[in-house]
């Protein structure tokens, strides 16, 4: 697997091949967000008066919007008046 050593000689692998994998963890990653999203909607049907699974949210599309705006696209944070 790809780490983040400084060591030259400690790896050989390619910056495409490092590239590579970590979009595959990110599809994973994407996968995982998905599904735990649903079983969070379905918690939030259980308990509809609950504000905590509306303020998880919010914190969740924060950090969301921070990590389109690393991909290039700010337009989250903007329209949420984030700094970045």
Do not use: F
Not at 22 to 39: G, N, P
Not at 48 to 60: E, S, T
Not at 70 to 78: F, I, N, P
């Amino acid at each position: 697997m790809c780490t983040m050593q400084r060591k030259a000689k400690a790896t050989k692998q390619t910056a495409a091949a490092c590239y590579a994998e970590r979009h595959a963890e990110c599809q994973d990653l994407l996968k995982r967000i998905t599904a735990r999203l649903e079983q969070h909607q379905n918690e939030q049907a259980q308990e509809p008066a609950n504000w905590g699974h509306a303020g998880d949210l919010g914190r969740i599309t924060e950090e969301l919007a921070y990590i389109l705006a690393s991909l290039g696209d700010r337009s989250a944070v903007d329209q949420k008046g984030l700094e970045y």
